[in-house]
């Protein structure tokens, strides 16, 4: 069945990076776009980014300085990279598989991140 | 960015009762609005897209409804399951933008 894992580092120091793996099963990351969300307690759930199957990147113009979105296909994962934190960017950090035009129709169960000095 | 505007942000009911959850867009998003469920330690579920089309596996008390700018979710006959966290989200452009929330409570 179809399954999203993210894994990460869940401490991190502010202007340190974030790196978070999303790792996937059951479907084939080339035949779907994937999708970045967060959710903080200060802005709720935001829309970051996504990759397409064919491996470009979209990013919301909030992250666009600062986020990186990738994937590895023959290791079924897609990577997230975020620089300069800041502690409002504590939250917690969701893959999601894009079903259609914007619709989420699988998610990971989150990494949650602290930036915390 | 279009901006959602998702009410109430808190609703208590019991087992067997029917609720409601609004969602308001900024801006006209024709059909394009989605509802997930958040629920602690579980994955976000899809539950309607394209404002009244079930995703799979969601059960048939669940319905949707609205275009425009304003939607409706609909929950009938609550089963215990259902009390938990529900979003909106505008799928009409990008950015894809979330409403903040209605908690659903047991009474």
């Known amino acids: 069945q179809v399954q999203l894992k993210e894994t990460g580092p869940g401490l991190v120091q502010p202007t340190q990076t974030l790196s978070i793996t999303c790792t996937v099963s059951?479907?084939?990351?080339?035949?779907?776009?994937m999708q970045w969300v967060r959710q903080t307690p200060g802005k709720g759930l935001e829309w970051m980014g996504f990759?397409?199957?064919?491996?470009?990147?979209e990013y919301n113009s909030e992250f666009k300085s600062r986020l990186s979105i990738s994937r590895d296909t023959s290791k079924n994962q897609v990577f997230l990279k975020m620089n300069s934190l800041k502690t409002e960017d504590t939250g917690v950090y969701y893959c999601a598989r894009d079903f259609r035009r914007g619709v989420m129709d699988a998610w990971g169960q989150g990494a949650s991140v602290t930036v915390s000095s | 960015d279009v901006q959602m505007t998702q009410s109430p942000s808190n609703l208590a009911a019991s087992p067997g009762e029917s609720v409601s959850i609004n969602c308001k867009a900024s801006k006209s998003i024709s059909k394009y609005l989605a509802w997930y469920q958040q629920k602690p330690g579980k994955a976000n579920k899809l539950l309607i897209y394209s404002g009244s089309t079930l995703q799979s596996g969601t059960p048939s008390r669940f319905s949707g409804s609205g275009s425009g700018t304003d939607f409706t979710l609909t929950i009938r006959n609550l089963e215990p399951e259902d009390f938990g966290l529900y979003y909106c989200?505008?799928?009409?452009?990008?950015?894809?933008?979330f409403g903040a929330g209605t908690k659903l409570e047991l009474k």
């Open positions: 990759i397409r199957s064919g491996g470009s990147t």
């Open positions: 059951g479907f084939s990351l080339t035949s779907y776009y």
């Open positions: 989200q505008q799928h009409n452009e990008y950015p894809p933008t």
